[in-house]
């Protein structure tokens, strides 16, 4: 990777983001994953929860354990966590194949309790998220690597990181919510010189969010 620009040139001579590196399973991720629109509830439920066993550590160490997480959790299917309990969360606290982290763990079954009542409020998780998408006038004219870096807490970020504590989500900060929004394309945080971000721009051209029954 070279910082000056922030492309990580890979054997094959192409150009990723730096955060891809060399890894092939980080490669695949950013290559088919990051930053593809998603309007599934069950694929952003996952994501949310997953951002926040993430929290000090690193994406790569969730991606690696991320088939354990879905055994762990039915498949991040809410309806059937939220009905996990005290036990489970002793039990999963003997899991070494997801992050043994009773605070996280906790939340994650809080956070789908949340998640059917939102549901219910607007219609679907998706609608809810999509609602956070930023105008196209409020985001950078030209994605490079320093403005990647400066787009840490932006405010589209914190206002969703505080939508959800006020409806009782855990582990959401607005670090964690955008990380959440780079990844299921609620933005394309692709570099320019990146080989991905043409196609996640079109990605996002054809996808059309869901509509809510109810503004934020």
Known sequence: MEEKDGLARRADGSTGCWWSGQDAAYIHYHDTEWGFPVADDQRLFEKICLEGFQSGLSWITILRKRENFRAAFHGFDFERVAKMDEADVDRLMQDTGIVRNRRKIEATLNNARQAIAMRAEFGSLAAFFWQYEPDPAERPAHMNYAEVRRLVKPPHAEAL?????????????????????????????????????????????????PRSRRSV
């Open 161 to 209: 990181a505080k939508a959800l504590k006020k409806r009782g989500w855990r582990f959401v900060g607005p670090t964690t919510a955008y990380a959440f929004m780079q990844a299921m394309g609620l933005v394309n945080d692709h570099l320019e010189g990146c080989i991905i971000r043409e196609r996640v721009t079109e990605a996002r051209a054809a996808f059309t969010p």
